[in-house]
Nanobody, 122 residues
Framework: VQLQASGGGLVQAGGSLRLTCAFS????????LGWFRQAPGKEREFVAG????????NYADSVKGRFTISRDNAENTVYLQMNSLKPDDTAVYFC????????????????WGQGTQVTVSS
């Protein structure tokens, strides 16, 4: 499995970005997907996750109401729409995949993308 994240950048507080993660190598619909982030000096943390069919989503409390995860099983792609961005959202964002069921535990994900930097200026 290969995961390629893109869409990061520099944005002002209150702005929006959409991250994209392209999946290849296995049957996409067999995997739950997650977005995680890691800020300098901090541990990697769960941001959002989506089930195989896309009918169940889960979010960290810090991003609820601002971020939306979605997937397109025809295009083998998962998205993270980020609105009302805050400086605290600054981090490297990673997409990850695990077989079958949605989880918010980073250690349960088998496959990881390379990360994309999101920087939110105040």
């Amino acid at each position: 499995v290969q995961l390629q994240a893109s869409g990061g950048g520099l944005v002002q507080a209150g702005g929006s970005l959409r991250l994209t993660c392209a999946f290849s190598g296995r049957t996409f619909s067999g995997f739950a997907l997650g977005w995680f982030r890691q800020a300098p000096g901090k541990e990697r943390e769960f941001v959002a996750g989506i089930s195989r069919a896309g009918d169940i989503t889960n979010y960290a409390d810090s991003v609820k109401g601002r971020f939306t995860i979605s997937r397109d099983n025809a295009e083998n792609t998962v998205y993270l729409q980020m609105n009302s961005l805050k400086p605290d959202d600054t981090a490297v964002y990673f997409c990850a995949a695990r077989l079958f069921y949605l989880s918010d535990a980073a250690g349960s994900y088998n496959f990881w993308g390379q990360g994309t930097q999101v920087t939110v200026s105040s």
